[in-house]
């Protein structure tokens, strides 16, 4: 699944590239890498790393079709790819984080539209699940994952296999 992800991923940057240079992210440093390793341990897996420190996906938005399009409304909604410290600082130090850690979710990325409302993908599901949960949803990790949140795909391939570009 890994490597689906991984050439999925660097199909999804092509196509970016294809619209704007402009829509591309950075790449992780290798410092930002070892952070990682050093606070999630094997929370983390060492893939996820590599993606992120191979292709240029931090602070890259990617959209999917939430809703139905309206008139004024194209029913697309965006999350913009996290940086390490910020998936560290969400993940360990902010609510719904600290509770569902532990759960196997890392916060992966943000809502550009300013909800408040973090990304997260539960790495101890084998399809890599990304899901929005709700800042406000509680403090317990079954009252967060069963009221909580909304999944946005079934895997981390399906965002980016349908990953809509901001322009």
């Known amino acids: 699944m890994e490597n689906i992800i991984l050439n999925v991923a660097k199909s999804f940057i092509e196509r970016a590239k294809l619209l704007s240079e402009e829509t591309l992210g950075r790449t992780a440093t290798e410092e930002e890498i070892n952070l990682l390793k050093h606070k999630f341990g094997s929370k983390l897996p060492d893939w996820y790393c590599f993606l992120i420190s191979e292709l240029p996906l931090i602070h890259m938005e990617i959209g999917w079709q939430a809703d139905e399009p309206e008139d004024d409304y194209d029913g697309v909604q965006y999350i913009e790819i996290l940086a390490p410290k910020d998936?560290?600082?969400?993940?360990?130090?902010?609510?719904?984080?600290?509770?569902?850690?532990?759960?196997?979710?890392?916060?992966?990325?943000?809502?550009?539209?300013?909800?408040?409302?973090?990304?997260?993908?539960?790495?101890?599901?084998?399809?890599?699940?990304?899901?929005?949960?709700?800042?406000d949803s509680g403090d317990q990790p079954e009252e967060i994952l069963s009221r909580g949140r909304e999944k946005i795909t079934d895997s981390l391939r399906e965002l980016f296999e349908n990953g809509i570009i901001s322009e």
């Open 87 to 135: 998936m560290i600082d969400e993940s360990y130090n902010a609510y719904p984080g600290i509770p569902i850690l532990n759960k196997g979710y890392i916060c992966i990325g943000i809502d550009p539209s300013g909800s408040g409302d973090p990304y997260f993908i539960n790495f101890n599901n084998p399809e890599y699940p990304v899901f929005q949960i709700y800042h």
